[in-house]
């Protein structure tokens, strides 16, 4: 995806106010703000036939944090985001960057519940069970862990080629740094600013025609800036 463009109008943005928005910030509004349009894309299955689709979209992402001198990937929800400005998700995330951690800590911003500590201790088995009992629990699995998985590992370094994300959630996003490339624009050779995103979807809860049209409607959407022009 070509982000030239974007990346531009979040610069121009960031020098002319205090409050800085990030564009990892934005581009998860971005993808909130479409799948609002697609809701089969993030909803999970209940059963062989049916299945529940969310008013709400918690997108689960992982921040990079220090515990006992090791770098460790740690999980924020971000819990109703379709309601958030991108300057309300870019301050969500500076806080867990900055917030100080334990080597009990299971999910940013979120007391630990007893079972949730008592996750930690479980045999390998037990905790793959947990994880098959979850997903047939689509409540507690949108409760939990939310119905978005969000992966940068432009976040945590620069990462020229594709991160392939595996995960549980309906759909994933695993978004690797943004790279300077060639492009055709308007007929002419330019130096673009190129971003590579890899994105899994539940085939059980979303045919492939509309898949396409999601992905398109979502590659147009960041390639254009969506919302940004208001800023």
């Known amino acids: 995806l070509d982000v030239s463009e974007s990346r531009k109008k979040i610069g121009e943005y960031n020098q002319s106010h205090q409050d800085q928005i990030s564009f990892t910030a934005w581009l998860i509004a971005v993808i909130t703000q479409t799948l609002k349009n697609h809701g089969t894309a993030s909803s999970y299955l209940i059963g062989k036939n049916k299945q529940i689709i969310f008013e709400d979209i918690n997108i689960s992402i992982l921040v990079e944090k220090e515990i006992n001198g090791a770098k460790v990937p740690i999980p924020l929800l971000i819990e109703k985001a379709q309601e958030l400005s991108i300057e309300e998700i870019s301050r969500l995330i500076q806080d867990a960057k900055s ?97 590579k995103m890899s994105i899994l979807m539940d085939h059980d809860v979303m045919d492939g025609a509309p898949m396409a049209r999601f992905i398109a409607e979502l590659s147009q959407n960041i390639e254009k800036g969506l919302n940004l022009n208001s800023y």
């Open 99 to 195: 917030k100080p951690l334990t080597d009990k800590d299971i999910v940013l911003h979120r007391k630990r519940q007893k079972s949730e500590r008592l996750y930690y201790i479980l045999p390998g088995f037990l905790r793959r069970w947990f994880w098959r009992y979850l997903l047939k629990n689509p409540k507690l699995a949108f409760r939990k862990m939310g119905n978005v998985s969000f992966s940068s590992l432009g976040m945590m370094g620069d990462v020229k080629g594709w991160f392939i994300p595996i995960s549980i959630h309906p759909v994933c996003f695993g978004v690797s740094s943004i790279v300077k490339q060639p492009a055709i624009v308007d007929d002419q050779v330019a130096i673009r600013e190129m971003l």
